[in-house]
């Protein structure tokens, strides 16, 4: 066996109802004096009390989805006008995104106190989106020095948002499966990370207030995301940066609808990886146990839904084609990008689409 692996040097605390102590030891660990918090005006309460212990001097709340560069602009500009030392992030993958666009430029280190299963807090990536254009990127200054994990915080995300982003964290170790970096660590983690999700998900769509299924969403969101730091962005993601960077399409919702047509379209080219997601469900084959999981969940099923228009399908094909990984299992053609983006914008059933085997001798489906 010869791989190489890195290992993100990251705190992290599960903490479930003690989220303000925890955040109060990490900016203390990080000497931090005066602390930028991040939030949504949505979550400004929230974030208020869990900072409550901490030497806040500014609560930023301009946030949005993609982190468009001018909002990122903001936010650096408000961290130096501030001379915050610290920044702290109570909420979402937006809001992590936001805090991690100030790191990237100005090297402040991040506390992360996540609201979804998105596991950005747990990555080393960053996104930026400028004239619909997402970029992506991995440096190190980005990647929170401690996370802080509270269920509790998580019990007023909504049983649809909590699926979708729920999916957005399955989809990072689908795709770490084969994504270009990927080596037996990660692939044990997100063997694990898939088992959680699978178990979570639906007790949390079966008892949203029930604190152990949160838990184990939050504990499968991290794995997810170690996996997915390491091995890197594979189809699946490509496809969904473009799509979410181009249409503003909802970055959850699309991730969990485009995941079963991308494990369609890979696992006959990846044998191994299928056999490895099919074992952590449990099931036959990995896309039945993908498929279970989502109607179990009354999953996201078409992008047309979140308002992807039917032009847009052929629109976003030269764009996927240049953003795809070189390394695929199967080789990304025209063709197949357009097959398998009309069958997620319409909701067709992934199995018969026409996201079928792939022959080895042709290079194109059967
Ligand atoms: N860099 C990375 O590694 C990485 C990984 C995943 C996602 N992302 C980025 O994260 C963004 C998407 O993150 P997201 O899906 O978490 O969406 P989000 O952060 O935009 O949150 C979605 C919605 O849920 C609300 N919300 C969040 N937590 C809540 C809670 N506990 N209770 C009630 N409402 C709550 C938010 O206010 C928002 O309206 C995208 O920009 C994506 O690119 C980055
Ligand atoms: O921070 C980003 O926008 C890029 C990484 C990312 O979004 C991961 C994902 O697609 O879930």
């Given at each position: 066996m010869r791989f190489e692996h890195e290992t993100l040097p990251q705190r992290v605390h599960f903490a479930s109802g003690d989220a303000r102590a925890a955040v109060r030891t990490e900016v203390e660990r990080l000497g931090g004096a005066r602390v930028m918090v991040i939030a949504t005006a949505r979550q400004a309460e929230r974030a208020k009390s869990v900072t409550a212990d901490a030497p806040v001097v500014v609560h930023h709340d301009d946030v949005a989805m993609h982190v468009p560069l001018a909002t990122a602009e903001r936010a650096r500009a408000a961290a130096a006008r501030h001379d915050a030392d610290v920044l702290v992030c109570v909420g979402g993958g937006s809001t992590t995104g936001l805090a991690k666009a100030v790191a990237l430029t100005s090297g402040l280190p991040i506390v992360a106190v996540p609201t979804t299963y998105a596991g950005s807090e747990a990555t080393s990536v960053w996104g930026l989106t400028e004239g619909g254009r997402k970029t992506t990127g991995v440096d190190a200054r980005v990647l929170p020095r401690a996370i802080v994990y509270d269920a509790t915080l998580t019990l007023t995300l909504a049983v649809p948002m909590s699926v979708a982003s729920g999916l957005n964290a399955l989809a990072h170790c689908v795709d770490s499966m084969w994504?270009?970096?990927?080596d037996p660590v990660d692939q044990a983690l997100a063997g694990e990370g898939i088992r959680a999700l699978a178990a979570g998900l639906p007790a949390v769509v079966a008892g949203p207030s029930v604190i152990e299924g949160r838990e184990q969403m939050l504990y499968g969101a991290y794995l997810s995301a170690v996996a997915f730091s390491s091995a890197g962005s594979g189809l699946h993601h490509k496809i969904c940066h473009v799509l979410g960077g181009r249409f503003d399409l909802p970055h959850a919702q699309t991730h969990a609808v485009v995941l079963p047509y991308v494990l369609a379209f890979n696992a006959p080219a990846a044998p191994h990886a299928e056999r490895r997601i099919a074992e952590a469900f449990g099931t036959g084959s990995a896309l039945e146990g993908l498929q279970r999981l989502r109607r179990a969940v009354d999953a996201p099923t078409a992008l047309r839904d979140y308002g992807l228009g039917e032009p847009d399908i052929d629109d976003s094909v030269p764009a996927i084609l240049e953003a795809a990984p070189a390394d695929n299992p199967r080789p990304v053609t025209a063709d197949g990008v357009r097959v398998l983006l009309r069958a997620a914008w319409e909701g067709a059933d992934p199995a018969t689409a026409g996201v079928r085997p792939w022959s080895r001798h042709t290079g194109v489906p059967e």
């Open positions: 994504a270009p970096r990927t």
